[in-house]
C-alpha cells in the first residue's frame, strides 16, 4: 500500500516564476492539506482540500494556489516566486471522517529553492 | 489563537539511555488532541505519539510515551532506551476540536527539538 507520494522531490527556480508541486495521497484517503516547512523551522498550514475544494486556509497569500482531483491527487501552486518561499513543501492526507486521532500522513516533500 | 512552543532546539543523549523533549501548549478550546512527529533526513514527518485533552491516562506507544499534565499545558515526549537511529527532528504539533471529523483540521507545530544520539 503506497503512502503520500509527491514530485519533484527537489527543484530550483528563479524569482518571478512559477512552480507546480504534485502529491497523491495514501489510499483510501479524501483530504489533502499542503505544509511549508521553511528551514529550521515548524511546517505550517497553507490550505486544504476535500471534494475537489479549498476548504480552509492558513495565513498564505493569494499567490499559492491549489487543486484537487477526482481522485483525490493534488496539486499545489505558487506564482511570482520570491526567495522567502524556499521551503520544503510537505503533503498530507487524511480521512475526512478520520475519527478521534485523525492521524495525518505525510509525504517526504518537495523541497524548493528560489535563487 | 493556538500555539506550540518547543524550547530545546538541540539535545543530546547517550545510546541506550532515555530522554525527554519539552512542549508547551496554549489553546482555549476544551476539546483538543497533541501530536509528536519525527522527521528524519529524509524530511517524512513521522506519526509517533497521540494524547487527547479527555485522555485520562498519558499515552505510550512502545519506546515513546507522553507526559501530559494538562494544568501546565506540557505534553512532554519521553524516549526510553535511545537508539542510533532515533537521531532526528521532533516536532510537537496539536489540533483543535473533536468528533469523527478530525481529518478536516489543520494542526498547529512547533518549531521542533533536534535529537542526537550518541554511541
Known amino acids: 500500500d503506497a503512502g503520500v507520494t509527491q514530485s519533484p522531490t527537489h527543484l530550483i527556480k528563479t524569482r518571478g516564476q512559477q512552480v507546480t508541486l504534485r502529491c497523491s495521497p495514501k489510499s483510501g484517503h479524501d483530504t489533502v492539506s499542503w505544509y511549508q516547512q521553511a528551514l529550521g523551522q515548524g511546517p505550517q498550514f497553507i490550505f486544504q482540500?476535500?471534494?475537489?475544494?479549498?476548504?480552509q486556509r492558513g495565513n498564505f497569500p493569494d499567490r499559492f494556489s491549489g487543486h484537487q482531483f477526482p481522485n483525490y491527487s493534488s496539486e499545489l501552486n505558487v506564482n511570482a516566486l520570491l526567495l522567502g518561499d524556499s521551503a520544503l513543501y510537505l503533503c498530507a492526507s487524511s480521512l475526512e471522517l478520520a475519527g478521534v486521532t485523525g492521524e495525518l500522513f505525510f509525504g517526504e516533500g518537495s523541497r524548493l529553492t528560489v535563487l | 489563537a493556538q500555539k506550540i512552543t518547543q524550547t530545546q532546539p538541540g539535545m543530546f543523549v547517550q545510546e541506550k539511555e532515555a530522554v525527554t523533549l519539552d512542549c508547551t501548549y496554549d489553546t482555549s478550546d476544551p476539546s483538543y488532541g497533541l501530536f509528536w512527529y519525527k522527521q528524519p533526513s529524509s524530511g517524512e514527518m513521522i506519526f509517533l505519539i497521540y494524547q487527547g485533552s479527555y485522555d485520562q491516562q498519558n499515552a505510550t506507544e512502545g519506546r515513546y510515551s507522553l507526559n501530559f499534565q494538562k494544568a501546565r499545558k506540557s505534553a512532554n515526549l519521553v524516549i526510553s532506551a535511545s537508539q542510533l537511529g532515533d537521531s532526528a527532528m521532533y516536532f510537537c504539533a496539536m489540533r483543535e476540536g473533536r468528533g469523527m471529523d478530525t481529518g478536516r483540521r489543520a494542526l498547529t507545530f512547533g518549531s521542533g527539538t533536534r535529537l542526537q544520539v550518541q554511541p
Open positions: 482540500y476535500y471534494e475537489e475544494e479549498e476548504r
